[in-house]
């Protein structure tokens, strides 16, 4: 067995065997074991159903499809033609008792697999997962896009903050030069009086010392005379001290942060706003059935019907004994199905080139 999967065999379960299946009936719906398979081969009630591997039974375990009528609960064996519809037993007295092209479902299933509504599913299934895969790549390369659009936000973002960050360093710089340039104009200030102070102190200092050998030393000529000197050199020395002192001046610094700079540290709350602009997408789910084309055929405003020309668009032959051909479909892949009601009324299908 290729799969890896143990299906009990059904039959032997009934007589409390435990034995592997290595085949599975899809009427019965259950495993066989090699001898059950070929008791169930020799029964004439069974020897027509549709065995397969385990590992093909593997394939469609899966695929829902109910037997079960989910209103009577009982198998679900007929089916009206009239109106489409698979029914149990107690189905066709309560709603189909008129309807007299009930047939069992084994005669209406017979050419399930060829049916135009088995083509018609696959159809359906392979347009439909065309256009999820086409969505699934749109909204895929949407994604790309809009993770793009987000880098190029956040690399935005980035360069406008490196911008600002270099622009107020720039401006941090030269309000801090203008700072040192402005207190060391002060500075200079404050030392120029500082220097005449300190020489101030240092004549007075000297003078104090020799007015004091003066007294000690001298006659009193040059008592006399040194003392009106002196008094009179200390006086000019005084009154420019006071000249210097009045004109002198008392600084502070301070600043005055740009009303702009003051408003972002404080009043500005957000760095900016991420915006979202929606628009329609361009995808198109269509319907299978309804976007099949059909082929147009320009037909004459002309009431006469002698007017009326016929135009031979393509001419094919059917092979085998003489056909009654009673109805004509063109399918949707291009597809002749005709019926043949000399055929025990079968559907024929055509292959075309169309």
């Known amino acids: 067995m290729a799969t890896g999967k143990i299906i009990p065999c059904g039959p032997c379960n009934v007589d409390d065997v435990t034995k592997n299946a290595w085949r599975w009936c899809t009427s019965c719906e259950e495993g066989l074991c090699e001898d059950c398979e070929h008791v169930h081969r020799r029964s004439k009630a069974s020897r027509n159903h549709k065995v397969i591997s385990i590992e093909d039974y593997s394939k469609i375990e899966n695929v829902s499809i109910s037997q079960v009528c989910e209103h009577h609960g009982e198998n679900l064996e007929w089916f009206c033609k009239s109106h489409d519809e698979i029914l149990c037993v107690a189905c066709v007295p309560s709603k189909h008792k008129a309807c007299s092209d009930v047939v069992p479902i084994s005669e209406s299933s017979a050419n399930s697999r060829q049916s135009a509504s088995l083509f018609d599913l696959e159809e359906t299934i392979e347009g439909t997962l065309n256009n999820v895969t086409l969505c699934i790549k749109n909204r895929e390369s949407a994604t790309k896009e809009l993770e793009k659009q987000e880098t190029a936000v956040k690399s935005m973002v980035l360069q406008t903050r490196t ?192």
């Open 163 to 354: 911008k600002i960050n270099v622009h107020i360093d720039k401006l941090q710089e030269n309000l801090l030069h203008e700072l040192r340039s402005t207190s060391q104009a002060c500075k200079s200030k404050y030392m120029k009086i500082l220097q005449k102070l300190k020489s101030t102190q240092e004549m007075l200092t000297k003078v104090k010392e020799e007015t004091k050998y003066m007294k000690q030393f001298s006659s009193d000529i040059q008592v006399f005379l040194g003392t009106r000197q002196v008094n009179k050199r200390i006086s000019n020395e005084v009154e420019s001290i006071k000249n210097e002192i009045g004109a002198a001046k008392d600084y502070e610094l301070k600043v005055s942060i740009d009303s702009l700079i003051e408003k972002l540290s404080k009043d500005v709350e957000e760095f900016g706003k991420i915006m979202v602009s929606e628009s329609a997408t361009n995808l198109d789910f269509g319907d299978q059935k309804f976007d099949q084309a059909q082929i147009g055929i320009n037909i004459s405003t002309s009431r006469n019907i002698s007017d009326i020309k016929l135009q031979l668009i393509k001419t094919f032959q059917m092979k085998g004994k003489q056909k009654l051909i009673t109805g004509c479909v063109i399918l949707p892949n291009g597809h002749l199905l005709m019926a043949n009601s000399t055929n025990e009324n079968k559907l024929e299908k055509v292959q075309s080139s169309r």
